[in-house]
């Protein structure tokens, strides 16, 4: 089973761009669905962005055009680009694993923290 460490958040100015990394530990990295979640302070988590084993990737309709997901699965990492950041993108972020067969077999990171400030 992997595990998950997250990287990359911090404080940006809105309108501007951070890249969060997500590095997986373990072995067979390629056989997990990852995604990306968030959760602001006083409200529930909730999904930014997924992409599959296979590449085919998803976004929340917040996020469209403006986040992209991808993973090198040759370092064993997820990423994902965000840019033109607003206020309330600020959340801590969460990266999590889902086996491609096993979707029971799941795993969270410890969570980065994105604070945009207007």
């Known amino acids: 089973q992997v595990q998950l460490v997250e990287s990359g958040g911090g404080l940006v100015q809105a309108g501007g761009s951070l890249r969060l990394s997500c590095a997986a530990s373990?072995?067979?990295?390629?056989?997990?669905?990852m995604g990306w979640y968030r959760q602001a302070p006083g409200k529930q988590r909730e999904l930014v962005a997924t992409i599959t084993s296979g590449g085919s990737t998803n976004y929340a309709d917040s996020v469209k055009g403006r986040f992209t997901i991808s993973r090198d699965n040759a370092k064993n990492t997820a990423y994902l680009q965000m840019n033109n950041l607003k206020p309330e993108d600020t959340a801590v972020y969460y990266c999590n694993a889902k086996h491609i067969v096993v979707s029971t077999l799941e795993v969270w990171g410890q969570g980065t923290l994105v604070t945009v400030s207007s």
């Open positions: 373990g072995k067979l990295f390629s056989i997990y669905n």
